[in-house]
């Protein structure tokens, strides 16, 4: 049997990894700015972690939500007060297109509503009510269009406004730095204007934190740092640093009806340990101040980098989010990174170049990096 190929995978086998590397199967080593896409949180093989579903796998590996686990209620606690929503309740689930499935279809029930509304370049994920709420019609299949979602430009509050004002709004779903995107953000002007707009009009405001949250802007939520508290937060990706799980936020005055909701594998035991020990370790070596002020230095260099390169037209980012503008498309530039100078990066579109890296990236790791990326430049 072969694989359906639908990835385009770089020729190099990832065998290894450790804090902000990575090791082919040749011991090749590669500095990761990509984090396996936004998902290593914590960095590669952190020991905690590998301690922690050691621990966990020996004990239990998995039982069915039929019966208590008061792993999901410790990671419901430390979740609330890590990130200061400790009122919200937490509903767990297995990838992020799944917990915003479930946010989407939350905010139907809540609403009896089913228009939702998104951003253009939106990206959430890759399930029905998901896709169809992504920006990119060559993922969207027949069965998916099914007309529930009107797409608007980002920040643009009055296109927003006309469309809430009509009443039959179930939901607006919001990533505040766009991920897929591009690294387009949402100024706290429109955020701030959304929020008021979607509470007038009865509409359940989502915060899409999959990518941007889960300290990698440099607070624990991107909607953080807009001054907004939004109804629903859905997080995926950086959450168990590979291990998969999604999670969803749901603000106090949503009222549970007992199997409205459910799932197999949604927070079963060895991904609530996974999440705890990432946790643990985001606490105990101040990975969001580090994603702040290793963010900061990281866009600085890369600025100055810019001074020395036109190629490059644009520097966005918050935090560890950094997307590089490029004048041109960016795929041989990229492959040369792994190929010569050994450094994992993401792109997004043909021409942006899109920094996801672990939250313990080091500023000599940033120095390493422009050392390298002016070598194929
Ligand atoms: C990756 C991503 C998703 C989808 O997550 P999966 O785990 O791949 O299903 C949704 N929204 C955003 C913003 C993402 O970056």
């Known amino acids: 049997m072969n694989l359906y190929p639908v990835y385009p995978l770089f020729d190099v086998e990832i065998a290894r990894g450790k804090g902000c590397h990575v090791y082919d199967t040749t011991g090749q080593e590669y500095l990761d700015l990509y984090g396996g896409h936004a998902v290593i949180s914590i960095g590669h093989c952190h020991p905690h972690y590998v301690e922690a579903l050691t621990k966990q796998l020996n004990l239990l590996g998995?039982?069915?939500?039929?019966?208590e686990n008061s792993l999901q209620v410790q990671l419901a606690e430390r979740l609330g007060r890590a990130s200061g929503y400790d009122d919200y309740q937490l509903f767990l689930i297995n990838s992020g297109a799944e917990a915003n499935e479930n946010a989407l279809k939350l905010a139907s029930f809540h609403t009896g509503r089913s228009r939702i509304l998104a951003a253009g370049h939106a990206f959430h994920g890759r399930t029905s009510l998901a896709v169809e709420a992504t920006d990119n019609p060559r993922i969207v299949a027949p069965v998916n269009a099914g007309g529930h979602v009107t797409f608007l430009p980002l920040n643009d509050l009055d296109a927003f406004r006309a469309e809430l004002e009509k009443g039959d709004v179930a939901a607006v779903i919001l990533e505040?730095?766009?991920g897929v995107g591009g690294i387009r953000m949402a100024t706290a002007e429109f955020a701030q204007g959304l929020s008021r707009l979607c509470q007038a009009h009865g509409t359940v405001l989502i915060a899409d934190e999959i990518q941007c949250g889960y300290g990698r802007s440099g607070r624990f939520f991107a909607h953080q740092h807009l001054g907004i508290r939004p109804d629903i937060i859905t997080c995926a990706k950086?959450?168990?640093n590979g291990f998969p799980m999604g999670a969803v936020l749901i603000a106090p005055h949503f009222q549970a009806t007992p199997?409205?909701?459910?799932?197999?594998?949604g927070g079963n035991h060895l991904a609530c340990a996974a999440a705890l020990a990432v946790l643990d370790v985001i606490e105990d070596e101040h990975l969001i101040d580090n994603a702040a002020e290793?963010?900061?230095?990281l866009i600085e260099r890369l600025r100055s980098l810019q001074a020395a390169h036109p190629c490059i037209t644009e520097i966005r980012g918050r935090g560890l989010m950094v997307g590089i503008d490029f004048d041109g498309p960016i795929k041989a530039m990229r492959t040369r990174l792994v190929k010569e100078q050994h450094v994992f990066t993401g792109a997004a579109s043909t021409n942006i170049l899109r920094l996801l890296p672990p939250l313990c990236l080091t500023r000599a790791e940033v120095d390493e990096f422009i050392e390298r990326i002016s070598a194929v430049l």
């Open 62 to 67: 998995f039982y069915s939500n039929s019966v």
């Open 176 to 178: 505040c730095i766009q």
């Open 238 to 240: 950086g959450i168990a």
């Open 259 to 265: 199997g409205q909701l459910g799932t197999t594998f």
């Open 294 to 297: 290793t963010g900061a230095y």
